[in-house]
């Protein structure tokens, strides 16, 4: 038999998904999913909508060794969704929504990916989820770490989910991958997506799951100034600041973190609705090229 006959690609979905192997990482987030192939897997039924259920038991995927085409990961990422380009990120020509985020020693280095995010939480609709895979990453350095936020909220001191319960935030794309731009940049950006308002504590549409939902992307309580929170104008600003940093602070907690470390050809599929992502920057002056297709998604609640 040829090696090539002998292809991940060409083996049947169907045996695929009898004997696909789930080895957790973590206690609480991330398992890694081994003998599939997703441009196989995007092919069967079954086995995406075994895929999906363990996305939301393990709210992050990974896969390894996922030698696929450009047209096999949109086809894979499409299962789950329309696909949305990113408004300042650039994306493959030829697959729209296919964003490319590639690093050099000759590119600046940005202040997005290397804070703790949801992607995209400026959106009114942000995304369901993420299809990441590494084509080119340094020999060391450069991973990826998740944190599951629906433990961030259970974990969360009685007192606190009390007062944060009707809270709404504001979540700007114009104070984060709009402020090194000009002026005129910067609030055309903002004409264009104005910020978004979120629960601060949002309920996951397919678990019913209490997600604590705001990270670096947001910006302030919407609703804080209260006679429940506020017993003089001055406690408005500090009140609110002060427990906003707290809420953002608890994706920090290791035990709700997993790491992952890049090779080439390597995949990481997240539930975006309940999870915060961080890039560690630590690889310059190497290069770092990676492909995501994000899905469109639903309306916080």
Known sequence: MSQESMSPAVIGA??????????PLTCTIGAELSNVHLGAAARDDGLMAEIRGLLLKHRVLFFRDQDITRAEHVAFARRFGELEDHPVAGSDPEHPGLVRIYKSPDAPNDRYENAWHTDATWREKPPFGCVLRCIECPPVGGDTMWANMVLAY?????DVKA???GLRARHSIEASFGAAMTIEKRLALKAQFPDAEHPVVRTHPETGEKVLFVNAFTTHFSNY????HVRFGQDANPGAGQLL????????IPEYQVRWRWKPNSMAFWDNRSTQHYAVMDYPPCHRKMERAGIMGDLPY
């Open 163 to 165: 007062k944060i319960a």
């Open 14 to 23: 169907a045996s695929l998904t009898r004997s696909i192997q789930v080895e």
């Open 154 to 158: 259970e974990n969360l001191p009685a």
């Open 225 to 228: 100034h209260t006679p429940e």
């Open 245 to 252: 940093a707290y809420l953002i602070s608890q994706v920090y």
